[in-house]
């Protein structure tokens, strides 16, 4: 395993994140390696979330790790379904540093998805895991969080701050970029 660079908005390459992506077809070891490359650098940079043009790969892939208990997920051609409700909360994402704004995301949805075997699975998600599924599947689309916002895009020392006042518990440890929820979550 090797970890990866992420492409930030900040890097000249960034109209990789703007490309179109190409549907996975070999299910074979070097996706494997890929998938689990994206997980030791979506975790090395505390995000919940990666999608593969992130870190240069033009294929309909990323990784998720929004519930600690279910662990890492790798989803493969996504497919949104049956998105339902309404919902708009602050997000993140590890290719705009810093950086936060508000997205208004389906509040509930289901995810038809092939798993690293190339096995058809069907989650349902709520909540935080459901505007992760929407963020990353942007991503893929070559859409950035930062063409949905609601309001302004505000540095974390802002967001941090504002947090605090509105509660003393929290701390900085709460922000996880790709995607982030802190406002509702907490
Ligand atoms: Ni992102």
Redesign the pocket.
């Known amino acids: 395993m090797a970890l990866r660079n992420i492409v930030t908005v900040d890097t000249d390459r960034t109209s990789v994140l703007r490309k179109k992506t190409r549907i996975v077809e070999k299910f074979d070891e070097r996706l494997k390696e890929l998938a689990a490359d994206m997980i030791e650098t979506m975790h090395e940079a505390n995000g919940v ?1 990666l ?1 593969a043009p ?1 870190v240069g790969i033009l294929r309909r892939m990323f990784v998720m790790n929004v519930d600690p208990e279910e662990g890492d997920l790798v989803i493969i051609n996504p497919e949104i379904i049956d998105p339902e409700g309404a919902d708009v909360a602050y997000e993140g ?3 705009v540093p810093q950086m936060y704004g508000q997205v208004k995301r389906p509040t509930r949805l289901k995810l038809k998805y092939q798993d690293l075997q190339g096995e058809v699975q069907e989650i349902e998600a709520e909540g935080l895991k459901a505007r992760c599924i929407c ?2 599947t942007d ?1 893929i689309n070559g859409i950035m ?1 930062t063409d949905k916002i609601i309001g302004e895009l505000i540095h974390e020392s802002k967001l941090i701050e504002d947090e605090a006042k509105r509660d003393p518990k929290s701390s900085e440890q709460d922000l996880k970029p ?2 982030v929820e802190i406002i509702e979550e907490n």
Do not use: N, T, V
């Open positions: 979330g999608a992130q994402c590890l290719s963020h990353e991503h969080f790709d995607s």
